[in-house]
C-alpha cells in the first residue's frame, strides 16, 4: 500500500514540475491608440444598440408574417379555447382510446362553445 502511495506521489510531483513554468513579466504595456475616448465611446454606444451579429439567425434578417385575420378574432378564438372545459381532452387518455359519451353528448360538451363542437 505504501509502495503505491509514493508511486502516485512521485507521478505528481514530475507533473507538477513538467507543468509549472511560469510566464515573463513584461511590465506594464502602454497604450497606441490613434482615436480619442469620445470616438471610441461612440463606437461602443453603436455596438450595444447593434443587434447581436453573433446571435443564431441574425444574417437572416426579419420575416414577415402575412395574415389576412383580424386581431380582435383571433383574440377571441383564444379567449374561447381558454375556457373550453375540454381543451385538453386527449383520446388516447381513454381506455380503447375512444372518448366516454359523457364528454360527447352530456353535459359536459354542452358547456363547449357552438364553434368548437362544430369543429369536433
Known amino acids: 500500500m505504501k509502495t503505491s502511495h509514493l508511486i502516485t506521489a512521485a507521478a505528481v510531483v514530475l507533473f507538477a514540475a513538467a ?3 511560469a510566464e515573463t513579466y ?3 504595456q502602454t497604450v497606441n491608440s490613434t482615436r480619442s475616448r ?8 453603436a455596438a450595444a444598440h447593434a443587434p447581436d451579429a453573433y446571435a443564431e439567425g441574425a444574417s ?3 420575416t ?6 383580424d386581431r380582435n378574432a383571433v383574440r377571441a378564438q383564444a379567449v ?6 375540454l ?4 383520446r388516447k387518455a381513454f381506455v380503447n382510446s375512444t ?3 359523457q364528454y360527447t353528448n352530456g353535459s359536459l360538451a354542452r358547456r363547449q362553445a357552438p364553434t368548437q363542437q362544430a369543429a369536433r
Not at 87 to 90: A, H, K, T, V
Open 60 to 62: 437572416s434578417g426579419v
Open 80 to 85: 374561447a379555447a381558454a375556457h373550453d372545459p
Open 99 to 101: 372518448v366516454p359519451a
Open 26 to 28: 513584461e511590465g506594464v
Open 19 to 21: 507543468g509549472a513554468q
Open 38 to 45: 469620445a470616438e471610441v465611446n461612440a463606437e461602443a454606444v
Open 64 to 69: 414577415q408574417v402575412a395574415s389576412t385575420a
Open 87 to 90: 381543451q385538453n381532452l386527449d
